[in-house]
């Protein structure tokens, strides 16, 4: 076999059967890894994707779309899928080993040496070693066929500071003797982390996996104007690793990603995309009004339960009155078609709420008003390393404990007749889905439960409620200047869906600002898949508002969906499974892409339109019906 320059050369010449052999190799290292017990059902859809991609070749036509870089998106879907799977592997061996191995090999008198390298040695001998220099080299490869610089930009900008790593991003992780801006190396992420709960100070991330660019994470970093990242090119890697502990400049744009060393004296901080012409100067934290205005000004309901098409932003919170909004528009959707006779039709799922006031009404009910009122006046000042956990935990306890009045569960009883239908309680505050902080995957949604279980079901809201009090939660008000009393939670119970994919859309382009595009990120299953940050990729297309083009951006490649089994327990909980990509349309079938794609650009440019700005729109595909359950201002 050649190097990867030989391989990338015969892709040019449309002679991709030169990499027959290699994938070939791939595929058999990758079944012995199954054969071995590691992850089978993983190494299987990986190893018939592979072989799905040597057997499908470079086709003459993809959609309109040109059949060299399709190939190479797809086949790099999996090849990073597959490497993905040997660091997992690497990284259980040193969870395993090197404890156990340095104290037997110090009973046994074996040389410190051997006995620190020995992990790292069983590590390259095994088949292990030979899959991820086979993922490094073909990997090479593709990138360079698609012309990838390797790095994959979620908040565009352009930032300075003193480069320094962490292993994730959690309070406390930046030393503290480093002081003036940061740009963050991050070595992973779950993709439910605030950048500036780490540290206001900063101005950028370089985060070494893959990231859906609308996790919690993307969107957080986006609102916040960090300037965020991803790399996973070694040679790259390689490269950043030579700058730690010093003053960088991170700059990220359509026209690629470049760091390099500068003075600390030419910048000081962060400048956002749009600014970049302006004079930079440090971040600042400005605080979030909800209650000084007619349209956030709380008020408590008398009624138990609204229905969806009844509610408003100063009784249910903004998520709830979006999703009344949307209710009411898909009537509408019908009758819309773009310019090119695309329909923008979508559904909504029925609904209702328990409006502001239901959780306060519990408490009174329980007697635990006092109790409650103390501990809130309480943390607002708690210190953040002393009583806060301990002032959170007794929060959340108290509020478990509650249930919702039997009058409630009547009402939604009578909106949702049928005694098994699927259920999910959302999360909608007055402090989530605004203009200046959406609060994305701040607050909880409990999935897949039913009011033929009313135990289950009452302990959603609980839990829902309860996650107005999270350790995260209180200090993203505190950050954003929100007093905790001033924060109210509403519940929205939606009929839970079952798709075959999940998406959401941007309607203005998050990297370059073009407002002639529609993004969308898609995933298999559930969306919290998308929302989670689990690791991988989604399927990314890019649908032209007034032309219809539509280009593939990237394949999907997450390891598990997740989904809801009709004939399971309504317990709150989802079934994860495997995903095999040769066998899901959107990745094998052009048509099927390129429709959809259009079908979610009418949609997104629509709701654009009706909202008066530009929205991050959550959604799903359920047979043929495209269904909306969330849209919110898209954070500049």
């Not at 990338?8 to 002679?15: D, L, P, R, T």
């Not at 709960?197 to 919690?216: D, F, K, R, T």
């Not at 006031?357 to 809130?376: D, H, W």
Request: proline content about 4%; overall charge negative.
């Amino acid at each position: 076999m050649g190097g990867a320059h030989w391989l990338v050369e015969n892709v040019v010449q449309k002679n991709v059967s030169s990499w027959n052999d290699a994938l070939g190799a791939l595929v058999i290292g990758i079944n012995q890894l199954g054969l071995s017990g590691w992850k089978p059902e993983e190494c299987r859809a990986i190893g018939n994707e592979i072989l799905a991609w040597k057997e499908r070749g470079l086709l003459d036509a993809e959609g309109g779309e040109n059949s060299a870089r399709i190939w190479g998106l797809r086949l790099k879907a999996t090849l990073d899928r597959a490497r993905r799977l040997t660091e997992e592997y690497s990284e259980a061996l040193l969870n395993i080993f090197p404890e156990k191995v340095q104290i037997l090999g110090k009973a046994l008198g074996i040389p410190e040496n051997t006995v620190r390298t020995f992990t790292e040695a069983e590590i390259r001998a095994g088949v292990i070693f030979q899959v991820s220099k086979l993922c490094t080299v073909l990997l090479k490869a593709v990138r360079n066929v698609l012309g990838s610089q390797g790095w994959d930009i979620l908040v565009p900008g352009d930032a300075s500071g003193t480069l320094v790593q962490v292993e994730s991003i959690v309070p406390g992780s930046i030393p503290s003797s480093v002081t003036g801006p940061i740009i963050l190396v991050v070595n992973r992420a779950d993709g439910d982390e605030e950048v500036t709960a780490a540290g206001a100070n900063i101005a950028g991330v370089i985060l070494m996996q893959e990231l859906p660019h609308l996790s919690h994470l993307g969107v957080r970093a986006r609102q916040e104007k960090v300037v965020f990242v991803t790399c996973e090119d070694e040679e790259k890697v390689a490269d950043i690793k030579t700058l730690y502990g010093k003053f960088v400049r991170l700059e990220a744009s359509s026209g690629g990603v470049s760091l390099a060393e500068t003075s600390a004296k030419s910048n000081n901080g962060n400048i956002p995309l749009e600014n970049q012409s302006n004079t930079s100067s440090p971040k600042s934290t400005s605080s979030v009004t909800v209650k000084n205005s007619d349209e956030n000004q709380v008020v408590v309901s008398t009624e138990g339960v609204i229905l969806l098409e009844n509610v408003d932003t100063r009784i249910s919170g903004a998520k709830a009155a979006a999703c009344g909004r949307l209710a009411s528009l898909a009537a509408a959707s019908d009758k819309v078609n773009n310019e090119q006779g695309v329909p923008a039709s979508f559904k909504v799922p029925n609904g209702a709420v328990l409006p502001f006031g239901s959780m306060e009404t519990a408490l009174e009910q329980n007697g635990s008003t006092e109790t409650y009122t103390s501990l809130i006046q309480t943390i607002e000042t708690a210190e953040i390393d002393g009583e806060l956990d301990k002032l959170c935990n007794e929060l959340q306890k108290l509020i478990s404990s509650l249930s919702p009045p039997n009058k409630a569960i009547e009402s939604l009883s009578k909106i949702f007749p049928e005694k098994n239908t699927r259920l999910i309680v959302r999360s909608s505050a007055n402090v989530e889905d605004l203009a200046g902080m959406s609060a994305a995957g701040l607050y909880d949604s409990i999935p897949n439960v039913s009011l033929s279980n009313p135990i289950v079901f009452k302990q959603a809201v609980a839990r829902v409620w309860a996650s107005l009090y999270t350790r995260r939660a209180v200090l993203s008000r505190r950050a954003a200047g929100v007093a905790q009393s001033e924060a109210v939670m509403a519940v929205l119970v939606q009929e839970m869906l079952s798709p075959e994919f999940s998406f959401v859309l941007h309607t203005l382009s998050p990297t370059d600002k073009n407002k002639n595009l529609v993004e969308s990120e898609i995933a298999p299953g559930l969306g919290e898949t998308l929302a989670s940050g689990t690791r991988g990729t989604p399927w990314r297309l890019s649908s032209g508002k007034f032309d219809g083009a539509v280009q593939t951006l990237a394949f999907a490649n997450f390891s598990e969906e997740m989904v809801v089994r009709g004939g399971g327990p309504a317990d709150g909980e989802v079934v994860r499974l495997t995903v095999d990509y040769s066998k899901k349309a959107l990745t094998v079938d052009s048509v099927f892409r390129q429709q959809l794609g259009q079908r979610l650009g009418a949609v997104g440019f629509f709701l654009e339109q009706k909202f008066g700005c530009a929205q991050d729109v959550e959604g799903c595909l359920v047979g043929e019906d495209v269904f909306i359950v969330q849209t919110r201002p898209q954070p500049e």
